[in-house]
C-alpha cells in the first residue's frame, strides 16, 4: 500500500494560482503511475491530470489542459500539480492517487488507482 499526503491547498479568487503536492511513502512507489483527481460538492470523483513513471507521458482532462501541469520528483517520491488561471469550476477537493505498477504511460482509468490521499480543499472565488 502506499501512503499518500497532499498539500497546498487553500483559496484563491478566479484568475489565480495554486500548487499541489503530494508525497508519497514506501522506496518501491517512487516509480508507480500516478494521477490527480477532484471531487466536487454532489458529484462524482474526476480524474485531472496524469503522468507516466519517468515523467515523459501525461495526460489532463479537456476542462484543465493548458492551465493544468504535472510533474514529479522520484527521488524525492513527490507529484506535483501546479493550476493556473482557476475558475470557480475548479473549486473542489483534489485527491493524489497511486497506481501499485510502473507504466510508460499515463494512466486516466480511476479503477487503475488503488491507494488514495486525504485530500485537500481548493476553493476558488469569483
Known amino acids: 500500500q502506499v501512503q499518500l499526503v497532499e498539500s497546498g491547498g487553500g483559496l484563491v479568487q478566479a484568475g489565480g494560482s495554486l500548487r499541489l503536492s503530494c508525497a508519497a511513502s514506501?522506496?518501491?512507489?517512487?516509480?508507480?503511475?500516478k494521477a490527480w483527481f477532484r471531487q466536487a460538492p454532489g458529484k462524482e470523483r474526476d480524474f485531472v491530470a496524469a503522468?507516466?513513471?519517468?515523467?515523459?507521458?501525461?495526460a489532463y482532462a479537456d476542462s484543465v489542459k493548458g492551465r493544468f501541469t504535472i510533474s514529479r520528483d522520484n527521488a524525492r517520491n513527490t507529484v506535483t500539480l501546479q493550476m493556473n488561471s482557476l475558475e470557480p469550476e475548479d473549486t473542489a477537493v483534489y485527491y493524489c492517487?497511486?497506481?501499485?505498477?510502473?507504466?510508460?504511460?499515463?494512466?486516466?482509468?480511476?479503477?487503475?488507482?488503488?491507494?488514495w490521499g486525504q485530500g485537500t480543499q481548493v476553493t476558488v472565488s469569483s
Open positions: 492517487a497511486s497506481t501499485r505498477y510502473a507504466s510508460p504511460r499515463a494512466i486516466t482509468e480511476r479503477v487503475d488507482y488503488p491507494d
Open positions: 514506501g522506496r518501491t512507489s517512487s516509480n508507480y503511475a
Open positions: 503522468i507516466s513513471s519517468g515523467g515523459r507521458s501525461t
